[in-house]
């Protein structure tokens, strides 16, 4: 019984040591970048959600995609640039100084969304970020109108190179 009790309080003692090794690695702070390994895991968790989550209900996009994206330029100026600046390659100070930062919605990254899960992001939001939620604030022709607005910001912006 005895090597019972010292085994099982040298476990506890171990996995004590783990768990404060491992929160030491963590921190709450926004001011640091995150490393590569948080970064891999957030990112890839995000994709798999919205992907997932924008696999139903959503409406279809409006026909006249141009005047979508013309109605989408004026509400991104009032919705969208407080964070992600009027151009969306360049945040704000609001933008740059959230955890996680604001996305730069002309990079690869951002484009490589589908419509359907651009459109999730901004109805939705996505929690435990600085993206909030526009679908109790914006009909969803407002925001198939961000959605197309979006998408022509690649085009309207010179691409820096990284």
Not at 49 to 59: E, H
Not at 73 to 99: I, K, Q, V
Not at 108 to 124: G, K, L, P, V
Request: glycine residues 8%.
């Amino acid at each position: 019984m005895k090597k019972f009790v010292t085994v099982g309080v040298g476990v506890l003692v171990l996995l004590a040591a783990v768990i404060a090794a491992a929160t030491s690695l963590f921190t709450l702070s926004a001011l640091p970048e995150p490393g590569r390994t948080e970064t891999f895991l957030a990112t890839r968790a995000k994709r798999y959600l919205v992907r997932r989550s924008s696999r139903k209900g959503i409406p279809p996009m409006p026909a006249d995609r141009q005047a979508s994206t013309n109605e989408g330029e004026r509400l991104f100026g009032t919705e969208c640039g407080a964070c992600h600046g009027n151009s969306g390659h360049n945040p704000t100070d609001a933008g740059r100084w959230m955890y996680p930062r604001a996305a730069d919605l002309t990079s690869r990254e951002s484009q490589s969304y589908s419509d359907q899960e651009i459109f999730w992001i901004i109805r939705n939001g996505i929690r435990l970020s600085g993206m909030p939620a526009f679908g109790k604030v914006e009909p969803d022709d407002h925001i198939w109108d961000l959605v197309s607005y979006v998408r022509a910001l690649p085009k309207a912006q010179p691409q820096s190179k990284p």
